[in-house]
Every structure is written in structure tokens, then in C-alpha cells.
């Protein structure tokens, strides 16, 4: 696990180091995605290394998302209603796209 959590802050790391040479263009947590994407694509990086860090730990990548709820909570009771409708439009409109885009995929095979 300490493995893949290193290997997973070395590519953090040189994506801020490439944002921070680039000025800021894009963000270094994205730089870092692309450039761990690379890797595996190119199989610098063995898959299960950098998988079993983020599988074993998954219950904390919803600690961030749900402080920032609490923390926002008198927002969101103001708007519940547009921020449920926004929900419910936007993800029947993923499921459609989604929907559309496998059909024809599936048709080109």
C-alpha cells in the first residue's frame, strides 16, 4: 500500500512541478493525472501497485466532499430545489448520452 501511495504522490508532485513551469496553465493535480495515465499506458507503472492504494482507501476520498457539504449547509438549504432539479436533468442527460454513444459504438463492432 505505502507503494502505491508513493507512487501516487510522485506523479502529484511532478504534475505541480510541470504546472508550476508551465505558470499555472493547468492545474498540477491535472498534470499529474495525465502523467500518471501515461505511465500506466506505457507500463512504466504496474497497474495493481497504484489500484490497491486507492481501493483500499476509498472511504477517505468521501471525507473532503462530505466536510464541504456540512460546511456549505446553509447554501444548500437556500437552494436544495435548484440543486435537485440541476441532479436530476443533468443526470438523465449523462444517461442518455451515454446511452446514445454505447448504441453506436456498439453498431460499429
Do not use: H
Amino acid at each position: 500500500m505505502v507503494k502505491g501511495a508513493s507512487i501516487i504522490m510522485l506523479f502529484y508532485f511532478l504534475g505541480e512541478f510541470l504546472s508550476f513551469l508551465i505558470n499555472g496553465i493547468v492545474p498540477g493535480s491535472v498534470c499529474g493525472m495525465v502523467l500518471l495515465f501515461l505511465s500506466l499506458l506505457l507500463k512504466f507503472v504496474k497497474p495493481r501497485d497504484v489500484s490497491n492504494a486507492l481501493t483500499q482507501n476509498m472511504a477517505l476520498f468521501f471525507v473532503p466532499a462530505g466536510v464541504g457539504l456540512m460546511a456549505s449547509f446553509d447554501l444548500i438549504s437556500r437552494y436544495w430545489a435548484a440543486l435537485l432539479i440541476v441532479s436530476v436533468v443533468t443526470t438523465a442527460v449523462i444517461i442518455a448520452v451515454v446511452g446514445y454513444m454505447q448504441d453506436k459504438l456498439e453498431k460499429k463492432l
